[in-house]
T-cell receptor, first 115, second 114 residues
Framework: DQQVKQNSPSLSVQEGRISILNCDYT??????FLWYKKYPAEGPTFLIS?????DKNEDGRFTVFLNKSAKHLSLHIVPSQPGDSAVYFC??????????????FGTGTRLTVIP | DSGVTQTPKHLITATGQRVTLRCSPR?????VYWYQQSLDQGLQFLIQ???????AKGNILERFSAQQFPDLHSELNLSSLELGDSALYFC?????????????FGPGTRLTVL
């Protein structure tokens, strides 16, 4: 049962425009959400996170929005750059509730930024 | 470079065989996690160790086992291999077990079962 879902397998965006990647989750015990970025032949690398007590977190060109009532989060990248082309994974944790900080991952969205 | 190393990078074996995947965490990290990524799937959590002790368990098959040694490196043992075990296996490490302890991932071991 996939508790974290990324329904768009791929997304193409022009350089300089905004990229919006979406993620939905089903487990209401999730209290911490993360985005990871993955290049080919490498492991995922942490990008940005948000606690369930917030609805927005910003770090440079990256902003994550959380809508708890809709169980939905999104990652905005603006402006998008060719180097942002990668697979983006949404992940969630229920560490506060369960004491275990293992992550539940979505299936990923492949972002292509076109120069 | 995340500082997490995994060996081997690639492994090709036959059904019914047993293999061992190895992971060295970042210096100072006490927590090690194993994840499996099958084709077109997200990473699935298998098991976590913290300072030598099993901390959390995911959907890890009984044919799979892991351990963390006193020097904190970890091994994932996969036995009676089946075709469906073909996947990328990632190891990650973090300083501790708090939710905001960032997990750093190794490059993965690609296992192919023929």
């Amino acid at each position: 049962d996939q508790q974290v879902k990324q329904n768009s397998p791929s997304l193409s965006v022009q350089e300089g425009r905004i990229s919006i990647l979406n993620c939905d989750y089903t487990n209401s015990m999730f209290d911490y959400f993360l985005w990871y970025k993955k290049y080919p032949a490498e492991g995922p690398t942490f990008l940005i996170s948000i606690s369930s007590i917030k609805d927005k977190n910003e770090d440079g060109r990256f902003t994550v929005f959380l809508n708890k009532s809709a169980k939905h989060l999104s990652l905005h990248i603006v402006p998008s750059q060719p180097g942002d082309s990668a697979v983006y994974f949404c992940a969630a944790s229920s560490a506060l509730q369960t004491g275990a900080n293992n992550l539940f991952f979505g299936t990923g969205t492949r972002l292509t930024v076109i120069p | 470079d995340s500082g997490v190393t995994q060996t081997p990078k690639h492994l090709i074996t036959a059904t019914g065989q047993r293999v061992t995947l190895r992971c060295s965490p970042r210096s100072g990290d006490l927590s090690v996690y194993w994840y499996q990524q099958s084709l077109d799937q997200g990473l699935q959590f298998l098991i976590q160790y913290y300072n030598g002790e099993e901390r959390a368990k995911g959907n890890i098959l009984e044919r799979f086992s892991a351990q963390q040694f006193p020097d904190l490196h970890s091994e994932l043992n996969l036995s009676s291999l089946e075709l469906g075990d073909s996947a990328l296996y990632f190891c990650a490490s973090s300083a501790g077990t708090l939710r905001n302890n960032e997990q750093f991932f190794g490059p993965g071991t690609r296992l192919t079962v023929l």
